[in-house]
C-alpha cells in the first residue's frame, strides 16, 4: 500500500504544486476565504468526495466514504487563511494581492490535504470506516476551529490529524512531538485607575503610569519566583495606552498583552495569579483596578497513540533518518487545540526548509517554502491514515 501511495502522489506532484502556487498567488485574510474555499471545494468534488461548502462560515468539508463496518469517523485538518504582510519573496507566484501573504505555510497545508484526499480516492482502498477532511478558515485569529465546531465539523468524529510546515527542518523531513506542541495563548487587559494632578506635585495625586509601571515590572519577576520553571510562562504586555499631557499626572493606563503558557493547571490559575499581583500592588498605592482575562486556545498536546502511529508510518515511509523527535514545544498557539477539546488528535511538523540557502521564519515577509516538501506532506498523511483503520 505504501509504494502504491507513493506511486500515485508522485503522478499527482505537478498538479499538487500547480495548486499550492495557485492559492499562495491569491491569498485571503482570515474569515475571507472564499475564493480559497470554492478552489478546494471544487478540487474535492473532482475527486468524488461529499462537499459541503460555508462550515464555520468560510470552512468546507470533504467526506471519504467506507464501508461503515467500522464506526469510527477520522478526521484530517487543514487551514486556508493569509496573513496581512507585505510578501518580498520576489517569486513569480508571490502574492497578487498587497499587503496579504500566505506567510505562515497554509497554502501548503490546503495542498497536503487536497493530495491527500486526492491520493486515498484513487487508492482504490476502501476504508472501513469514514474520513472527514476539514479546510478550516481563520486560525491565524484563532477563532476558525471554534466556527467549525460550532456548525458541526466534529460530529461523530473519532481521532483528528494535522500538520504544520517548519522552516527549520529541512524539507524531506518531519518533525514528530510527543505531549504538548504548542501554548495556551490567551488576551490580558489591566486598567489602572488612579487621580489626576499637577506633575510638579506627585504626592497630590495617584499616578497610574508609575503603577502600571510597577504591576509590568512585578509580573514579570514574579514568574521567575513564583511559577513552576518547569512549567513556563511567557507574559508580554504588547500596548500601553495612558496620559493626557507631559505636566499632568495620568488618571488611568491601559495594559494590553498576552499571555502564554504549556501546562494546563498553569493555564487554569493565571488569571487569579495575575489579578492578586495588580490588586495588591494597587492597594498598596491607592489605585484602582480592573483585570480582564480573555481564554484564547488552549495548548495542543498530541495524543501518544496517534503520535505514535505517525511517527512509525513516517519512519516507514521515509526511513529514521529523515524522523525528527522534537524535544522542545513552541510557545506560539494554534487553534487545532480546540478540536482536540473534543477528540484526541495529534499534529506533526512538516519540514519545508532548504539545506543550500536561508529560511526566513513563520510570519515573516521573505519566508519561502521547499516545494518538495508536499509529496512528503502528502505521503506520510495519507499513509498514517491508512495505518489508522488496521489498529
Same mark, same amino acid.
Given at each position: 500500500?505504501?509504494?502504491?501511495?507513493?506511486?500515485?502522489?508522485?503522478?499527482?506532484?505537478?498538479?499538487?504544486?500547480?495548486?499550492?502556487?495557485?492559492?499562495?498567488?491569491?491569498?485571503?485574510?482570515?474569515?475571507?476565504?472564499?475564493?480559497?474555499?470554492?478552489?478546494?471545494?471544487?478540487?474535492?468534488?473532482?475527486?468524488?468526495?461529499?462537499? %459541503?461548502?460555508?462550515?464555520?462560515?468560510?470552512?468546507?468539508? @470533504?467526506?471519504?466514504?467506507?464501508?461503515?463496518?467500522?464506526?469510527?469517523?477520522? #478526521?484530517?485538518?487543514?487551514?486556508?487563511?493569509?496573513?496581512?504582510?507585505?510578501?518580498?519573496?520576489?517569486?513569480?507566484?508571490?502574492?497578487?494581492?498587497?499587503?496579504?501573504?500566505?506567510?505562515?505555510?497554509?497554502?501548503?497545508?490546503?495542498?497536503?490535504?487536497?493530495?491527500?484526499?486526492?491520493?486515498?480516492?484513487?487508492?482504490?482502498?476502501?476504508?472501513?470506516?469514514?474520513?472527514?477532511?476539514?479546510?478550516?478558515? +481563520?486560525?491565524?485569529?484563532? %477563532? =476558525?476551529?471554534?466556527?467549525?465546531?460550532?456548525?458541526? +465539523?466534529?460530529?461523530?468524529?473519532?481521532?483528528?490529524?494535522?500538520?504544520?510546515?517548519?522552516?527549520?527542518?529541512?524539507?524531506?523531513? !518531519?518533525?514528530?512531538?510527543?505531549?504538548?506542541?504548542?501554548? +495556551?495563548?490567551?488576551?490580558?487587559?489591566? !486598567?489602572?485607575?488612579?487621580?489626576?494632578?499637577?506633575?510638579?506635585?506627585?504626592?497630590?495625586?495617584?499616578?497610574?503610569?508609575?503603577?502600571?509601571?510597577?504591576?509590568?515590572?512585578?509580573? %514579570?519577576?514574579?514568574?521567575?519566583?513564583?511559577?513552576?520553571?518547569?512549567?513556563?510562562?511567557?507574559?508580554?504586555?504588547?500596548?500601553?495606552?495612558?496620559?493626557?499631557?507631559?505636566?499632568?499626572?495620568?488618571?488611568?493606563?491601559?495594559?494590553? =498583552?498576552?499571555?502564554?503558557?504549556?501546562?494546563?493547571?498553569?493555564?487554569?490559575?493565571?488569571?487569579?495569579?495575575?489579578?492578586?499581583?495588580?490588586?495588591?500592588?494597587?492597594?498598596?498605592?491607592?489605585? =484602582?483596578?480592573?483585570?480582564?482575562?480573555?481564554?484564547?486556545?488552549?495548548?495542543?498536546?498530541?495524543?501518544?497513540?496517534?503520535?505514535?502511529?505517525?511517527?512509525?508510518? #513516517?519512519?516507514?515511509?521515509? @526511513?529514521?533518518?529523515?524522523?525528527?523527535?522534537?524535544?522542545?514545544?513552541?510557545?506560539?498557539?494554534?487553534?487545532?487545540?480546540?478540536?482536540?477539546?473534543?477528540?484526541?488528535?495529534?499534529?506533526?511538523?512538516? =519540514?519545508?526548509?532548504?539545506?543550500?540557502?536561508?529560511?526566513?521564519?513563520?510570519?515573516?515577509?521573505?519566508?519561502?517554502?521547499?516545494?518538495?516538501?508536499?509529496?512528503?506532506?502528502?505521503?506520510?498523511?495519507?499513509?498514517?491514515?491508512?495505518?489508522?483503520?488496521?489498529?
Amino acid at each position: 500500500m505504501l509504494n502504491r501511495i507513493k506511486e500515485i502522489t508522485e503522478k499527482l506532484a505537478p498538479r499538487l504544486i500547480e495548486i499550492r502556487r495557485h492559492i499562495h498567488s491569491h491569498p485571503e485574510l482570515s474569515g475571507q476565504e472564499y475564493q480559497t474555499a470554492a478552489y478546494v471545494a471544487g478540487v474535492l468534488s473532482s475527486c468524488g468526495l461529499h462537499v %459541503q461548502e460555508s462550515i464555520g462560515r468560510t470552512g468546507v468539508i @470533504g467526506e471519504l466514504k467506507g464501508q461503515n463496518i467500522d464506526d469510527r469517523l477520522l #478526521a484530517v485538518r487543514t487551514d486556508m487563511d493569509a496573513l496581512p504582510i507585505v510578501e518580498r519573496t520576489g517569486l513569480d507566484y508571490a502574492s497578487r494581492l498587497p499587503g496579504i501573504m500566505h506567510a505562515c505555510g497554509h497554502d501548503v497545508h490546503t495542498t497536503v490535504g487536497l493530495g491527500t484526499a486526492m491520493v486515498l480516492s484513487q487508492l482504490g482502498e476502501v476504508f472501513p470506516g469514514n474520513l472527514r477532511f476539514l479546510f478550516q478558515p +481563520a486560525e491565524e485569529i484563532a %477563532q =476558525g476551529a471554534a466556527w467549525m465546531v460550532a456548525d458541526g +465539523a466534529m460530529d461523530k468524529v473519532s481521532a483528528i490529524m494535522s500538520l504544520h510546515v517548519f522552516p527549520s527542518i529541512p524539507a524531506g523531513s !518531519i518533525g514528530i512531538r510527543y505531549g504538548a506542541l504548542t501554548a +495556551a495563548a490567551d488576551d490580558l487587559e489591566i !486598567i489602572i485607575t488612579g487621580e489626576s494632578g499637577h506633575g510638579a506635585r506627585p504626592h497630590e495625586a495617584i499616578d497610574a503610569i508609575w503603577i502600571a509601571a510597577q504591576v509590568i515590572t512585578t509580573l %514579570q519577576q514574579a514568574i521567575s519566583r513564583t511559577q513552576n520553571p518547569l512549567r513556563p510562562v511567557v507574559l508580554t504586555v504588547g500596548k500601553i495606552e495612558g496620559g493626557r499631557a507631559p505636566n499632568v499626572i495620568a488618571d488611568s493606563v491601559r495594559l494590553v =498583552g498576552t499571555v502564554r503558557s504549556l501546562h494546563p493547571e498553569t493555564h487554569a490559575n493565571l488569571p487569579q495569579w495575575i489579578e492578586e499581583i495588580v490588586a495588591n500592588i494597587c492597594k498598596t498605592y491607592g489605585a =484602582g483596578y480592573q483585570v480582564n482575562y480573555h481564554r484564547g486556545v488552549p495548548s495542543v498536546q498530541n495524543d501518544s497513540t496517534l503520535t505514535q502511529l505517525v511517527e512509525s508510518a #513516517a519512519k516507514e515511509a521515509w @526511513g529514521c533518518d529523515r524522523v525528527q523527535i522534537l524535544l522542545e514545544p513552541s510557545l506560539g498557539a494554534e487553534d487545532f487545540s480546540m478540536y482536540l477539546q473534543h477528540v484526541p488528535g495529534t499534529m506533526f511538523r512538516l =519540514g519545508v526548509g532548504y539545506v543550500d540557502k536561508k529560511n526566513y521564519p513563520l510570519h515573516h515577509p521573505q519566508f519561502e517554502v521547499n516545494e518538495s516538501a508536499i509529496v512528503t506532506g502528502v505521503v506520510t498523511l495519507a499513509y498514517a491514515i491508512c495505518q489508522y483503520w488496521q489498529n
